[in-house]
């Protein structure tokens, strides 16, 4: 491998505090690697983050990484925020993760879609799809930027969540968007 390529591949992350805890983020030159949610302890979610992302190891954070964090914690607090433009490095997934992660990121904040639903915007009709798609959501290495706590399972139910806390996390991250589940089915605010 050469200089350059390694220089470019290579990934560093950087812890930070936010409103539902210790968060991380990795990237490289390409772009962001992995986001990581909070675990139990700092050094716990130092620990899943660096091995997720291969990380060469805590690094100063670039001016748009800096932008990102301060983005994520806004988001955390409850704010308004936009990740559709972040710059992503899925060159490791195989292209069908990286054609759903890309379909998943046009669904806008406070919104929700489900399995099946994105199985059908990839053109995906075998009945085995939406459990595909619920797979491919439990290995997303970036929560958030990959919105994969809009996805909900058939009838609008909540489904499950791989990031720490589980569904109890996935209701929270939902209702930081305004969308809460009565009865199985989602609602927007003033509906």
Request: aromatic share 6%.
């Amino acid at each position: 491998m050469s200089a350059q390529s390694k220089q470019q591949s290579q990934t560093g992350h950087h812890l930070f505090d936010t409103a539902l805890g210790i968060c991380g983020v990795a990237w490289n030159a390409r772009g962001l690697v992995a986001v990581q949610l909070p675990e139990k302890t700092r050094a716990a979610t130092e620990r899943r983050l660096a091995a997720r992302a291969g990380s060469a190891g805590a690094a100063a954070p670039p001016a748009w990484v800096e932008a990102l964090v301060a983005d994520i914690r806004k988001y955390l607090a409850g704010e308004r925020v936009d990740f559709s433009a972040v710059a992503v490095d899925l060159e490791s997934l195989e292209p069908f993760r990286q054609r759903l992660y890309a379909a998943l990121r046009e669904t806008p904040f406070g919104s929700t879609t489900t399995y099946g639903e994105l199985a059908q915007r990839l053109g995906l009709r075998d009945p085995q799809a939406a459990r595909d798609v619920g797979a491919a959501m439990g290995r997303n290495p970036m929560p958030l930027v990959i919105p994969c706590h809009r996805v909900l399972a058939a009838g609008g139910k909540l489904g499950g969540f791989s990031a720490p806390g589980g569904a109890t996390t996935k209701a929270k991250l939902l209702a930081l968007e305004g969308v809460h589940l009565d009865a199985g089915a989602p609602r927007l605010p003033g509906l």
